[in-house]
């Protein structure tokens, strides 16, 4: 008798209909073994403590703690295990804030079989899959990320705040003196976000960080702030 070593496969899903459904179809084949199922993000990453599957099909809006937070956390613990997102529509913004999260792409609900089997084996054999629409643009940005994020830890960044001596401005972190650039030149938190890689709601919890440093109570005054530092380089 031929010894078939199953793919371990995780499913972290709040709607049963759906995660139940998705754990039968793996189950019904030989080649999958659905370790575990959980309804929200802090059990999926118990149960991956525990369990350590080889795939995670990770909903994104669940209680608790959503998908993304919980992929972000698996990847730093275990970055060997893969993460494919479930979601019912392609969001450019979840599907930008999941790669950097270290997810190895997307998995639409509803997708027929055939589909679906053929998105995990990919996954499963090291495959990225990302909705053919951003490909390019996610290939852009992977070829460009390394040097981009070293400018903006020294030539770059430097170069924006060389001059500024003042002590709220030292303590910003790299990527919040490149949100402070953007926000100089008056830009809105989508086009920010866009910019940068990230969400809107990312956004938002940076430029809270970021006036709780400067001292300062809104964007108003943020932006006022920074006017009379460059003022003052002048």
Not at 26 to 45: H, K, P, Q, S
Not at 181 to 191: D, E, F
Request: some cysteine.
């Amino acid at each position: 008798m031929i010894n078939i070593t199953k793919r371990t496969i995780l499913i972290a899903e709040d709607q049963p209909l759906i995660r139940d459904g998705l754990a039968a179809m793996f189950n019904m084949e030989d080649e999958y073994d659905v370790v575990a199922t959980t309804g929200d993000g802090l059990a999926a990453i118990a149960q991956v403590r525990l369990l350590r599957p080889e795939l995670v099909l990770m909903d994104i809006h669940m209680p608790k703690l959503d998908g993304l937070e919980a992929t972000k956390r698996i990847k730093a613990e275990f970055p060997e295990i893969k993460v494919l997102i479930l979601t019912t529509f392609e969001d450019e913004e979840y599907i930008w804030e999941a790669i950097r999260h270290g997810a190895s792409g997307f998995l639409v609900k509803g997708v027929e079989t055939k589909k679906l089997f053929s998105i995990v084996q990919d996954c499963l054999e090291g495959r990225i899959n990302y909705p053919s629409r951003i490909q390019t643009r996610l290939l852009q940005a992977l070829r460009s990320s390394e040097q981009t994020e070293q400018q903006s830890m020294n030539e770059t960044t430097e170069s924006h705040f060389n001059s500024l001596q003042d002590d709220r401005l030292n303590g910003l972190s790299s990527q919040e003196r490149n949100i402070v650039s953007q926000l100089k030149q008056g830009r809105s938190n989508q086009a920010i976000a866009a910019e940068l890689f990230l969400t809107t709601g990312t956004v938002k919890n940076y430029l809270s960080a970021i006036y709780k440093k400067l001292n300062v109570a809104s964007r108003a005054e943020a932006m006022a702030y920074l006017h009379d530092m460059k003022e003052e380089e002048r």
